[in-house]
């Protein structure tokens, strides 16, 4: 069975730290792993990889996706208060359309 | 103009009674689905859709009923609710299997 584990589990950071977020997977025949930011309600989709397009960036967040050894890290620089949320890994194997979500990684920024 | 809307949002309801959620995307998507988020924050996947035909369903028990009347349009109905049936429903839309999933703000069901 397809499986995704995000570590930390949680963490609280200051203002203006880096952030990085873990996410290891198992999946028969990957397609592509994504990473999703929930606030309080609909989970926001950040970014997409697959074995095209392993690195992506998007202003002060960057995900890169190693599969070789099947982990995604994301980072975050520069953290505001606005970067609170739970972020959300998920990967796609053999039936594309399952998209299987790891439990997330609660974060929390202080001002 | 939300892109992927359910209602209702919020949803309390006693044990045993039947509940129907409902749910649009005006993305012009060809694929819909149902998760389900328990109180640990874990998603998971419940049914999918593909152009109105039925591609993923998981180990759900047979109280959930999908309905989806056209591609824009996904339902779920619940029969006879239980306690363990309490958790936020979440449906989102992709465009072809392979896209990403865009989320509607989730339907916290209560069950008393």
């Known amino acids: 069975e397809d499986k995704v584990v995000q570590s930390p589990l949680s963490l609280v950071v200051h203002e203006g730290d880096t952030v990085t977020l873990n996410c290891s997977y198992e999946?028969?025949?990957?397609?592509?792993l994504l990473w999703y930011k929930q606030e309080k309600k609909a989970p926001t989709f950040l970014f997409m990889l697959t074995s095209s397009g392993i690195e992506k960036k998007s202003g002060r967040l960057s995900s890169i996706l190693d599969k070789k050894e099947l982990f995604s890290i994301l980072n975050i620089t520069a953290t505001q208060t606005g970067d609170s949320a739970v972020y959300l890994c998920a990967v796609r194997g053999e039936y594309g359309n399952k998209l299987v979500f790891g439990a997330g990684t609660i974060l929390r920024v202080k001002s | 103009d939300t892109a992927v809307s359910q209602t209702p949002k919020y949803l309390v309801t006693q044990m045993g009674n039947d509940k129907s959620i409902k749910c649009e995307q005006n993305?012009?998507?060809?694929?819909m689905y149902w998760y389900k988020q328990d109180s640990k924050k874990f998603l998971k996947i419940m049914f999918s859709?593909?152009?109105?035909?039925?591609?993923i369903n998981e180990t759900v028990p047979n109280r959930f009923s999908p309905k989806s009347p056209d591609k824009a349009h996904l339902n779920l109905h619940i029969n006879s609710l239980e306690l363990g049936d309490s958790a936020v429903y979440f449906c989102a839309s992709s465009q072809g299997v392979f896209g990403e999933l865009f989320f509607g703000e989730g339907s916290r069901l209560t069950v008393l």
């Open positions: 859709y593909n152009n109105k035909e039925l591609i």
């Open positions: 999946v028969t025949n990957f397609r592509s």
């Open positions: 993305l012009g998507h060809d694929t």
